[in-house]
C-alpha cells in the first residue's frame, strides 16, 4: 500500500534551517505530484508548494517563494522540503501529501514532522 | 487571494446529521475536497471533487457544492466521526492551494 513516510522532530535555533525528508513506497515515486504542506498550531493548512517527482520542476507559494526549496531523489523516492530563515512563527507541522496532478486532491498524507524553532 | 471561511465548530448528537459548510466566493465553479483530521494524525481524504468519496469511506459521508457554499453531510453520526474538518480548493486564477479554516466536529 501507499506510504509516505517523514523524518522526525526537529528543534532549531531562529535563523538556522531545516530540511525534512518525505521517503514514498507503494506506488511509482516519479507518477506522483509532491506537496508539502504545513499547520502552525490553531491554524488553518496552508499549502507551501509542490514537486513534479518526474522532471524536477517545483512550484511554490507567493507566501513561501524565497523560503521554502522543495527537491526529491528519485532514486531514494524521497521528497525533501528545506525552510530557512527559521523564525518562531516557522513552528509548526509539516505535511508531505501526493496527487496525481498539481491541481488534483491529495491523495495520500505522510505522518507529519513538528519544526519547533526556539532560541 | 481566495478566501474559504468554515464555522469553528460545529455539535450533533449521535444518530444525528451534521452539516459542515465551507464557504467562498463562487465556490460551486470550483471543486472541493474535504479532509478529516483526528489529534496527531495525519489528513484523511473523505470527499472528493464535490461528492465522490473515496474506497472505506462510509456513505454517510456525502458532499455537494453550489452557489457560494460547499457542504459536507455526515449522516447517522458516530462517536468516531469525532474530528477537524477541512476544505481544500485548487483556485486556478492564482495557481495555489487553498484550505479552509477547519471545523471540529463534536459528538454530544
Known amino acids: 500500500q501507499v506510504q509516505l513516510v517523514q523524518s522526525g522532530a526537529e528543534v532549531k535555533k531562529p535563523g538556522a534551517s531545516v530540511k525534512v525528508s518525505c521517503k514514498a513506497s507503494g506506488y511509482t515515486f516519479t507518477s506522483y505530484v509532491m506537496h508539502w504542506v504545513r499547520q502552525a498550531p490553531g491554524q488553518r493548512p496552508e499549502w507551501m508548494g509542490w514537486?513534479?517527482?518526474?522532471?524536477?520542476?517545483?512550484r511554490y507559494s507567493q507566501k513561501f517563494q524565497g523560503k521554502v526549496t522543495i527537491t526529491r531523489d528519485t532514486s531514494a523516492s524521497t521528497a525533501y522540503m528545506e525552510l530557512s530563515s527559521l523564525r518562531s512563527e516557522d513552528t509548526a507541522v509539516y505535511y508531505c501529501?501526493?496527487?496525481?496532478?498539481?491541481?488534483?486532491?491529495?491523495?495520500?498524507w505522510g505522518q507529519g514532522t513538528l519544526v519547533t524553532v526556539s532560541s | 487571494s481566495y478566501v474559504l471561511t468554515q464555522p469553528p465548530s460545529v455539535s450533533v448528537a449521535p444518530g444525528k446529521t451534521a452539516r459542515i459548510t465551507c464557504g467562498g466566493n463562487n465556490i460551486g465553479s470550483k471543486t472541493v475536497h474535504w479532509y478529516q483530521q483526528k489529534p496527531g494524525q495525519a489528513p484523511v481524504l473523505v470527499i472528493y471533487y464535490d461528492s465522490n468519496r473515496p474506497a472505506g469511506i462510509p456513505e454517510r459521508f456525502s458532499g455537494s457544492n453550489s452557489g457560494n457554499t460547499a457542504t459536507l453531510t455526515i449522516s447517522r453520526v458516530e462517536a468516531g466521526d469525532e474530528a477537524g474538518y477541512c476544505c481544500?480548493?485548487?483556485?486556478?486564477?492564482?495557481?495555489?492551494?487553498?484550505f479552509g479554516g477547519g471545523t471540529k466536529l463534536t459528538v454530544l
Open positions: 501529501a501526493g496527487s496525481e496532478t498539481y491541481y488534483s486532491y491529495f491523495d495520500y
Open positions: 481544500l480548493v485548487w483556485d486556478s486564477s492564482s495557481d495555489h492551494w487553498v
Open positions: 514537486i513534479n517527482a518526474g522532471n524536477g520542476n517545483a
